[in-house]
């Protein structure tokens, strides 16, 4: 009782989704039935995949095939490319815009309204380059934009010999203010993020990457024909559509991320995305009970992130000691079902607990919530756990959608 | 082992991708990627790297199912001896086969005698070195064999047979077929059939008596038409059994034995602009055209210096008309001087049957049948 009395509080619970997968959004290159629930996967919406079930997360109109997709930290907010030239119905923003294939897209959720994020022209891609991949890296106003093309790409100065492959990822930054710099970007001095040529392998000029994320210093790869990846692909065979690499620079080493169940080889992933980097921070409403069983456990129950549910996907729970500020290390470091709650084992003496949204796909964990003012680092932001959960990078909140 | 296994691993997901509703687009298109893989759905299917057989006597690709698109993808198939690179099952198929190159196997393309198989196209192929024909159908009603290359066969360059006794319909078409050791092009049971457009150089591969340039047996009522043969090691071209064709615009060059040559089997055919020159000094015999079968109709062709006859008529009932044949039999007594050969010809031309043939048109100016020189 004493011990769970001093047990304290505090952000939020979760429960642990006892989805086997790491949920990830998905879109396919063709109209696409997949196998485990005989769903059509079409290939102008985008889809969440969890393991269990590809349920759609967006529907764009006019029925473009989309070939690059970002999930936003914005909930509902989405960035996308188009396969071949679309106005979305005459829905694009602003009136009488087509978009072509090197061009992006933002959904704006908060408005409904989908606007032109990235003018290829203007941003020096030359026609007949197709953005096929794309992330955001940073905060949704004013982060750089990641992108793939589909084939060779000239892009001055990379240009020749330096020229971009199909499977470079190439950093534009902004020009401009907010979600969209004004739809101008400038390629990066920087580039590429990550050059095929330089992965232990090198990834296949033949093979096309038409989907990625990023977490940190590994990234999340879709191939669009099977791929030979050594020692790991073709150990098990290439890797083929529908299985997900991971690409870990420090390791340096590819590696299967995912494979998405039920999907057929004869259709491409032709984008991929993680949801939201910023898994948030849950709220300050946590509350405790005692376990039914055994003896001493206790459940430990939160509130959702204040990110959107695509970027916090998963909780992490870290106990620490108290008064010993801050001492906090990783004690569960995925919420189990049912969501938000979780039940554990206290630490010997008295423990304080901090819950800690978390992107698995991203890699990456958000708050673990604020302290007084001036007490602890900066923006009052308390320090992560030592050690960690593994494979984790902090992304802190955006300030704009996580106050 | 890996290759089994991941045969049977692949097997699994193509099935298991016939079960749901087929994808319906331009793209969709499972990929091949393996040695070993055996097709056993129906669909498209697209090469997406080159794959190199690792013998084991299976072919690179096994099509198994009835109808199959199979886009080589401008990559190549690197076969093996002991099986064809890609067999064709003996199933009623539609298959469509485009866009690669194949390097041996026995076989480039095999589709064994068997359940008759419905359609076969097999397009823009690059064949090479096969030891067997480098492209085999037996037992196929319809084909379309077209703007192929094939170099460096053991055997023909294409064949398209019919132990079943199928009436082959179809076309071999702008082909280009060099150095084989068979006939460049083989059809046995051709029904309505057009070749035509080929170019066909070293049949038989030099070695005599080994190859025609072009084979029609048994056919009926198909076109031969702007063949370019040269220096085919039997006949240029040669008809076995075979009634009511035309043969037009075909130029043949250098054939060891005969340019053209119409067996006793075969009638009613028309030859109408063919070009037949300088044939048959390899055998010592051979003539331009060779016309040993009956009711056939030679116009507007011509046969300049072969080694025997230009135009040796053996059969009876044939006619010709505006016929060119000049400066042959330049092997001396090659072409048998009249008699046997009746008056209506001089020494350029023979009728063996003592007139029964017939000019169409008087002698001349028509017909320009002249001495030797």
Not at chain 1, 151 to 176: C, H, K, M, Q, Y
Not at chain 1, 319 to 347: F, M, N
């Amino acid at each position: 009782m004493r011990r769970l009395l001093l047990s304290l509080a505090v952000l939020g619970g979760g429960g642990w989704l006892a989805h086997a997968a790491t949920p990830v959004w998905v879109t396919p290159d063709v109209p696409t039935t997949e196998g485990l629930n005989g769903t059509t996967l079409l290939p102008w919406e985008i889809y969440r995949y969890d393991g269990v079930s590809y349920a759609v997360a967006l529907s764009v109109p006019g029925s473009p095939d989309l070939d690059a997709i970002h999930k936003l930290d914005a909930p509902g907010d989405w960035l996308f490319s188009v396969e071949s030239p679309s106005e979305l119905g005459g829905l694009l923003l602003p009136p009488g815009t087509i978009a072509e294939p090197r061009d992006l897209i933002w959904f704006d959720f908060s408005t409904g309204t989908y606007n032109l994020c990235m003018s290829g022209a203007a941003s020096g891609i030359p026609p007949g380059s197709n953005l096929d991949a794309v992330y955001k890296d940073g905060f949704d106003a004013g982060g750089s934009l990641v992108v793939s093309f589909d084939v060779p790409t000239d892009i001055p100065p990379f240009v020749g010999p330096a020229a971009f492959e199909p499977s470079d990822l190439v950093r534009f930054v902004p020009t401009g203010l907010g979600v969209c710099s004004g739809t101008v970007w400038t390629v990066a001095a920087a580039n590429p993020v990550v050059d095929a040529t330089a992965t232990a392998p090198p990834m296949p000029i033949s093979s096309n990457v038409d989907g990625a994320d990023d977490g940190g210093m590994k990234w999340v790869l879709a191939f669009d024909v099977p791929t030979d990846l050594p020692p790991t692909f073709p150990a098990a065979g290439p890797a083929t559509p529908g299985t997900l690499v991971e690409w870990d620079a420090v390791a340096g080493t590819f590696s299967t991320f995912e494979v998405l169940l039920g999907w057929p080889i004869s259709s491409i992933v032709d984008g991929l995305t993680c949801g939201g980097l910023r898994p948030g921070r849950v709220p300050t409403t946590m509350l405790m009970d005692k376990a039914v069983a055994p003896l001493g456990d206790v459940v430990l129950f939160w509130g959702a992130s204040c990110a959107s549910p695509e970027a916090a996907q998963d909780y992490e729970i870290y106990q620490g000691t108290i008064g010993s500020w801050y001492s906090h290390l990783a004690l569960v470091c995925t919420d189990a079902v049912p969501s938000l709650t979780e039940q554990i084992t206290p630490g010997a003496g008295s423990q304080y607990y901090l819950v800690v949204p978390k992107n698995r796909c991203k890699g990456s964990e958000g708050s673990y919530g604020r302290c007084s003012a001036g007490f602890c680092g900066a923006g009052d932001e308390r320090p992560v756990g030592a050690p960690q959960c593994p494979s984790v990078v902090q992304a802190l909140p955006d300030p704009a959608l996580c106050p | 082992m890996l290759r089994k296994v991941f045969f049977v691993s692949f097997l699994a997901v193509v099935t298991l991708g016939l079960l749901a509703p087929p994808a319906a687009a331009a793209e969709g298109r499972t990929p091949v990627f393996l040695d070993g893989t055996v097709i056993v759905a129906d669909g498209r299917y697209v090469l997406t790297r080159n794959i190199v057989s690792g013998g084991g006597g299976s072919p690179v690709i096994d099509i198994a199912a009835g109808r199959v698109d199979l886009d080589l993808n401008g990559f190549t198939i690197y076969g093996a001896p002991g099986a064809p690179s890609i067999l064709i099952s003996a199933l009623p198929v539609e298959v469509r086969i485009h866009d690669g190159t194949i390097f041996g196997g026995d076989l480039c393309i095999w589709r064994p005698a068997g359940s008759v198989g419905r359609m076969a196209v097999i397009e823009d192929v690059g064949c090479q070195d096969a030891p067997l024909n480098a492209i085999h159908l037996q037992d196929i009603e319809n084909v379309a064999i077209r703007r192929n290359n094939i170099i460096d066969a053991g055997a023909g360059g294409i064949v398209v047979d019919s132990p079943g006794s199928v009436l082959v319909h179809g076309e071999i078409t702008h082909n280009a077929i060099k150095r084989v050791k068979g006939d460049g092009i083989h059809v046995f049971l051709g029904f309505a059939m057009e070749i035509g457009h080929n170019q066909i150089e070293l049949a038989g591969a030099g070695i005599p008596g080994l190859g025609n340039g072009i084979f029609l047996g048994d056919s009926v009522g198909s076109l031969l038409l702007e063949n370019v043969i040269s220096r085919a090691s039997s006949d240029g071209i040669a008809l076995r059994n075979s009634r009511g064709n035309k043969l037009f615009d075909n130029v043949v060059r250098m054939a060891f034995n005969n340019g053209i040559h119409v067996d006793f089997g075969s009638a009613d055919n028309h030859l109408y602009r063919n070009v037949a020159t300088d044939c048959g000094f390899f055998s010592g015999s051979g003539s331009g055209f060779l016309v040993e079968g009956s009711q056939n109709d030679l116009n507007n062709n011509t046969s300049n210096s072969n080694a025997a006859c230009g135009l040796l008529f053996v059969g009876p009932a044939n006619v010709l008309r505006a016929n060119t044949a000049l400066g042959n039999g330049l092997i001396a007594g090659a072409c048998p001087p009249p008699p046997p050969c009746g008056p209506m010809f001089s020494p350029n031309s023979c009728d063996l049957t003592g007139g029964a043939n017939v000019s169409g048109e008087p002698a001349a100016p028509n017909n320009m049948i002249a001495a030797p020189f």
